[in-house]
């Protein structure tokens, strides 16, 4: 692949505000969506000043907002047309419900072709945006998926998605639910006490020091996995408890603690790359841990279904890349103190579209912090890619 310097343009920034018609029996996000039958969505487009495109570049993650990352606006200063997509469930991820943000990511795509009269859409899918955008493609060319995890009905199949016609996967992980099962603390022994724990499987004991034996980390993998089902099961039994009561009580938030305990931040030895050791994206891993803002932290019993449980959830990576046709280019930052080092692989090796590529920055942390060079460098590959496709000018 050839690398290009294209030249700097100014942005300019457009708040965008789409609604569309959708109604549910509660309301699961504070003044967006529920009885008042109305979404919601709020984005900002990059646009490069006196230069036109037949193509937007749509980035989109289920919980946050992406415009304030470096990559969406270094795309635009490089003559890119950029829409940083937010869902219903931005800043809060506590109700979401995956199958809604597929819809939600429909309703962009279809404002930019049908309003902004776009030709052509690629999904560029960041981090937590990665399965997502995979999940979005594996519907719009083939709609499946007619209700939640939990059973309820959702509007996949009516929403009329619209393909995008190629897909980047950049410092993504495999999906929620496989990141949760990774990360979660199986020392927890008691749910409703975060202080119960079995010292055996306690990362941050004293006595538990890498580099990890491989009967320690098979006993810390199998335990990540049995609590994530124990925790799974109790949902599922407390959802269909409220629904054999049949009253006006139909939905439940509660609490998971510890849920930052992956071995892989404390030992540089298990699938070794230039990541930090002893960090991790989010500060500290045994603060992360227990900490107010970890994974999963908050949720609600369908939203547990739909985002982090690895046996329920639709929105697995490995599994809808597996349907993927269009041009797909795979990128992993060899220094994410986010991405587990062998995610973007396992997607690239399952993608079944025949225009693949993937590659590797050296050095790259995740948010390319201080690294402007670096930043530069992808998008450059970013677009050259997609200049040899017909989809950038």
């Given at each position: 692949m050839k690398r290009t310097i294209t030249p700097v343009h100014e942005v300019q920034t457009e708040w965008v505000h789409l609604h569309y018609a959708e109604s549910s029996i509660f309301k699961e996000v504070y003044g967006f969506v529920g009885t008042q039958g109305t979404v919601n969505l709020e984005g900002v487009r990059y646009t490069p000043v006196g230069r036109p495109s037949k193509t937007l570049l749509?980035?989109?993650?289920?919980?946050?907002?992406?415009?304030?990352?470096?990559?969406?606006?270094?795309?635009?200063?490089?003559?890119?047309?950029?829409?940083c997509a937010g869902s219903r469930y931005q800043r809060n991820d506590s109700a979401l419900i995956m199958e809604n943000v597929v819809v939600d990511l429909g309703?962009?795509?279809?404002?930019?072709?049908?309003?902004?009269?776009?030709?052509?859409?690629?999904?560029?899918?960041?981090?937590?945006g990665g399965s997502l955008s995979l999940l979005y493609q594996s519907q719009a060319e083939n709609p499946t998926i007619s209700t939640t995890p939990a059973g309820d009905p959702c509007s996949i199949k009516q929403a009329g998605l619209m393909p995008a016609d190629a897909l980047i996967f950049q410092a993504a992980h495999t999906g929620r639910a496989r990141m949760l099962s990774e990360w979660i603390d199986p020392s927890v022994l008691d749910e409703n006490d975060p202080d119960r724990i079995d010292p055996g499987?306690?990362?941050y004991a004293t006595t538990c020091r890498p580099p990890y034996s491989a009967d320690f980390l098979a006993a810390f993998r199998a335990g990540q996995r049995a609590r994530l089902r124990r925790r799974t099961a109790w949902v599922k039994e407390t959802l269909e408890t409220l629904r054999r009561k049949g009253g006006q009580e139909v939905e439940r938030g509660f609490v998971t603690h510890r849920t930052m305990a992956d071995p892989r931040f404390l030992d540089p030895t298990i699938e070794p790359n230039g990541r930090p050791i002893g960090r991790c994206f989010m500060g500290i891993p045994e603060t992360v841990n227990n900490g107010p803002v970890g994974i999963a932290?908050?949720?609600?019993?369908?939203?547990?279904?739909?985002?982090?449980?690895?046996?329920?959830?639709?929105?697995?990576?490995?599994?809808?890349?597996?349907?993927l046709t269009v041009p797909f280019l795979a990128i992993e930052h060899s220094a994410d103190d986010a991405v587990p080092q062998s995610h973007v692989r396992q997607v690239f090796e399952a993608a079944s579209a025949t225009d693949k590529s993937m590659t590797v920055l050296q050095g790259a942390t995740h948010?390319?912090?201080?690294q402007p060079e670096m930043l530069q460098q992808a998008a450059t590959i970013c677009l050259d890619w997609l200049a040899e496709r017909g989809l950038h000018d």
């Open positions: 749509v980035f989109m993650h289920p919980a946050s907002t992406l415009q304030l990352l470096p990559m969406p606006r270094e795309l635009a200063r490089h003559g890119a047309h950029v829409l309703a962009y795509i279809r404002h930019a072709k049908e309003v902004w009269k776009y030709e052509k859409v690629v999904l560029v899918g960041w981090s937590g499987l306690n990362l932290r908050f949720s609600t019993l369908r939203a547990w279904l739909s985002q982090w449980s690895p046996d329920d959830s639709n929105a697995d990576g490995v599994t809808c890349a597996k349907s948010y390319f912090l201080g």
